[in-house]
């Protein structure tokens, strides 16, 4: 495992959830953190916090969706620290409905900017430093969503199989320059994002669903234990696999499956 003392990490939603206890542990490598999301004074709180404890972080506030706001957090991370080693694009949000609720801009579009096109921005401003350098990391988070599509997760799977596919097909094209690209793909953990899902019904059996879920921190340790130890896919917790691999090879028994025990019992409800 390489030691991640003195990297500089760029952390996109870094304001809570994975990116705010990923900022921490990566602070607690000696790593010298940015901290972006749109929330600045959440930002501020957590770098001072890291300050007081001995770490080194600066707070950059950004909104993902616009390409010259994330020029400005790329060029002033660049500024203050002169380099970005590793890269953790984590900013998202889940809308979650039937396609026919889903507001066409704020549940459609934003969800499209935010999660896919501001990964892929995000990225492409960075890419040419770490190219110049001949090293860097960057690592995507996707979720199991990103290869499981359930119903009501439309938008939010088509953001997420986007990241994979981006994420795949970068790795394979930076692999020569030394750079290393990796995807995350975590399941349901209690982070701020079940207050963004809307209101829908569904929102009840996630919460129910979460009982199973993992800690923020916990994803967050597998972040940096990613950064220490790169690979190209982490999928946490270990017992989705299965079901992934019967999705893969069979995707018709878990249509079945969510045939069944989900969307025949719940579209009548929506329908009546
Ligand atoms: P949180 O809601 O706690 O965190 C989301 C972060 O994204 C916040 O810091 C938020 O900051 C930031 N963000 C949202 N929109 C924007 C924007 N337009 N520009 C910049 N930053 C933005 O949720 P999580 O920590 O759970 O989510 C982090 C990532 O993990 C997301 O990509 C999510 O899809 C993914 N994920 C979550 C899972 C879960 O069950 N929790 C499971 C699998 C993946 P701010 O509002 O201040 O801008």
Same mark, same amino acid.
Do not use: C
């Given at each position: 495992m390489a030691s991640l003392k003195g990297k500089v990490v760029l952390i996109t939603g %870094? +304001? +809570?959830g994975f990116g705010e206890d990923a900022a921490r542990l990566f602070a607690k490598e000696g790593c010298r953190v940015v901290l972006a999301a749109r929330r600045l004074e959440r930002l501020q709180a957590l770098t001072n916090q890291i300050q007081k404890d001995g770490g080194e972080a600066v707070a950059i506030p950004v909104d993902v969706a616009e390409r010259d706001e994330i020029e400005v957090m790329v060029q002033s991370a660049l500024d203050v620290?002169?380099?970005? =080693?590793?890269?953790?694009n984590n900013a998202g949000f889940g809308r979650l409905d039937w396609l026919e609720n889903l =507001?066409? %801009?704020? =549940?459609?579009e934003t969800q499209i900017d935010v999660n896919l096109i501001g990964v892929i921005q995000v990225t492409r401003a960075v890419l040419p430093h770490m190219l110049k350098r001949r090293s860097g990391h960057i690592i995507n988070m996707s979720s199991v969503a990103g290869l499981i599509a359930a119903p009501l997760y439309t938008i939010y799977a088509a953001t997420k199989y986007g990241v994979r596919g981006f994420t795949d097909a970068l790795r394979r094209e930076v692999a020569p320059f030394g750079i290393k690209v990796s995807g995350i793909y975590p399941g349901p953990a209690a982070t701020e994002f079940s207050q963004h899902i809307?209101?829908?019904?569904v929102k009840k059996s996630f919460n129910r669903f979460n009982r199973l879920s993992m800690t923020s921190e916990y994803v967050a340790r597998r972040v940096v234990a990613l950064a220490k130890s790169p690979r190209r896919v982490v999928i946490i917790p270990w017992w989705y696999r299965p079901a992934i691999g019967l999705n893969a090879v069979w995707p018709g028994s878990v249509d079945w499956f969510m045939n069944t025990f989900f969307t025949s019992k719940n579209h009548k409800l929506q329908m009546d």
């Open positions: %870094a +304001s +809570s620290y002169g380099q970005i =080693d590793i890269l953790f =507001d066409p %801009a704020r =549940d459609i809307g209101n829908n019904p």
